[in-house]
């Protein structure tokens, strides 16, 4: 052996690999693929789906643990018994009531928040340690309550938010402008839902202000129509995929994992989760989505991005609807 293959082997013997952990609750449509996206991704050593109906969350486990060869290395397992997901780093709880055609998220929520409140304590109980991620439906509402009935601290427990409907925002902008959607910039923000608002003054195209873009290769600017059907879009998608196919689950797999990954990585990324605010342009005591630091203790600082009047306006909009449905059940 060479000096220094001994150097490395002394060295990762003394530092060994950090080995991660993510459990997800729920092994349904969300679940199953948020499991498939973190393994295909590497995102974490180690996946645990849990589950009430433990046949599915096994047999879950088993099909994507067949394909591991074809995947970053890391074991994943599933069971109906919690003590599956002591010690987890992340918990993804994506458990609900499945929203059917015609329905909003806020229809979801009283039997959704009955379930949290359930098997959430037993959660907290094996993994005290984990941050708790939350993106059944609907996620503001059931957020809150679920810092409620928990008791962690803010910071350790936050939604999944608009992370996709920024997603799909800065894809529609792409296909209008023909610009790659990694070089579009753009949040939605407030509830993840019907009074959510897009923050076109923050937004960007490369370092170009939205606002100011002029178009490139016989494509316009984003006018106001353009801007308001697009918005709107993003709004209606969800829906549209559920008509077709039952659930949405690709698109939040992806951006769950990419969550994750912030948080066991501690990139300190902005993303616009769902967290309790604090005097945020002058709301608080509502979990809304802004963008946010997210790292190893999850939740940072929420970060105050250039706003106009009227999207000020409409996030405190945002939170008086979301606000009002938590009181209709007691939070």
Not at 4 to 11: H, K
Not at 43 to 54: E, F, Q
Not at 227 to 232: M, S
């Amino acid at each position: 052996m060479s000096q220094s293959d001994e150097l490395a082997l002394n060295e990762t013997a003394s530092h060994p690999r950090r080995t991660s952990k993510v459990a997800i609750v729920g092994a349904g449509a969300v679940g199953a693929t948020m499991a498939y996206a973190l393994l295909m991704r590497g995102s974490a050593r180690t996946v645990v789906l849990y589950d009430i109906n433990g046949a599915k969350a096994e047999a879950e486990a088993l099909d994507l643990a067949h394909g591991i060869q074809f995947m970053p290395m890391a074991a994943v397992q599933g069971s109906d018994d919690i003590s599956i997901v002591a010690d987890a780093d992340v918990v993804i709880f994506t458990a609900g009531a499945k929203q059917r055609p015609g329905q909003t998220r806020l229809d979801l929520a009283g039997a959704t928040i009955s379930l949290v409140s359930k098997v959430l304590p037993q959660l907290v109980e094996v993994a005290p340690a984990a941050v708790h991620l939350i993106v059944t439906n609907p996620v503001d509402v059931v957020t809150y309550a679920a810092l409620k009935i928990s008791g962690l601290p803010s910071n350790q427990l936050f939604g999944s938010g608009t992370v996709l409907d920024s997603s799909r925002l800065r894809y529609l902008i792409s296909e209008q402008t023909g610009v790659a959607v990694q070089n579009v910039h753009a949040y939605v923000a407030g509830e993840h839902g019907d009074s959510q608002l897009t923050l076109w003054s923050s937004a960007t195209i490369g370092a170009v202000p939205l606002l100011d873009w002029t178009g490139i290769e016989g494509r316009g600017p984003l006018t106001q129509g353009v801007r308001d059907a697009i918005a709107q879009e993003v709004v209606d998608s969800a829906n549209r995929i559920i008509e077709g196919k039952g659930a949405t689950n690709y698109a939040i797999g992806l951006a769950g994992s990419r969550i994750v990954e912030a948080i066991l990585n501690d990139e300190h990324r902005i993303q616009p989760v769902s967290s309790l605010l604090d005097d945020y342009h002058g709301i608080s005591g509502v979990c809304l989505s802004v963008p946010t630091i997210v790292g190893s203790a999850g939740v940072g600082e929420h970060v105050r991005v250039p706003m106009s009047v009227d999207e000020i306006a409409g996030l405190h909009a945002s939170a008086v609807a979301v606000r009002a449905v938590a009181r209709q059940f007691g939070y």
